[in-house]
């Protein structure tokens, strides 16, 4: 290996936005050659911070089993967001060759338009049945590995969000203790909702992190305050307040609304959950 891969895989290694935002700059292919040579555990962090477009473009150059490899290295956000950017026929192939799981949760964040909340979920969440203990969670959490999991989401046999479990809660909890003892009722983001909608929610005062729901109340994953920022910043400006279009205004009308009645419906399910015992 020369000096100047040493080097190179150094800055990818250690500043992968940094490097990111360099390649951003080159031409396409010159990107794809680098991404080409670089171990794919190094790769995903830098094409990860690129923006999607440009991402996508290097994935269309690499070969087939190369770019499966840096793929599968992602997370499933970060993994179908770049893949609405690769053409079609070369899409379904990097598809088909990531692990079930992943490939599974890709092609349910594919479904979303790119602009709506349901595209950014994150799908890999701790999510358990109400059934479950709180030793039975913690074991899932310690699975899961990552500072990251500081919620649990809890699930009904139909699939529809009960409530969040928060960590310190389940930490402080008996090992038998259910986990619909320790579930707070939290907002929700609709999938389909606007992410321009999406980053005005109150919420935010109070949360680092929302459940996303589809249609129907079936939870599909979650999204944190810092995804929600990262993928407005790689969107164009905004139209200004007076430049606003009517379908716009009535939009995040609708959307503030079902918003609105989402958080009702949750803050019922608790009471109605005791009601149930």
Known sequence: MTELDDLTHAFV???PVAAARELERLDAAEAAALFAQVPARLTAPVLE???PQA???CLDLLAPDRAALVVSALGAPAAAGILRHVAEQARK???DALPTAAAVACRALLRYPEDAIGALADTSVVTLPVSAVADEALQAVRRRGGDSATDLYVVGDDHRLLGVVKLPALLRAAEGAKLQSLLRRSPTLPALMPLAGAVTHAAWLDANTLPVIE????FLGALSAATLR???AGRPAATEPTEQTLGGILGDTYWSAVSSLSQAAVALLPAAVRRSE
């Not at 249609?215 to 079936?218: A, L, Q, T």
Request: a positive charge; charged letters at 15%.
């Open 230 to 232: 990262r993928a407005l």
């Open 215 to 218: 249609h129907g109340g079936r």
């Open 55 to 57: 991402a996508g473009r």
């Open 49 to 51: 911070a690129m923006l």
């Open 93 to 95: 192939p990097l598809l």
């Open 13 to 15: 290694s250690t500043h």
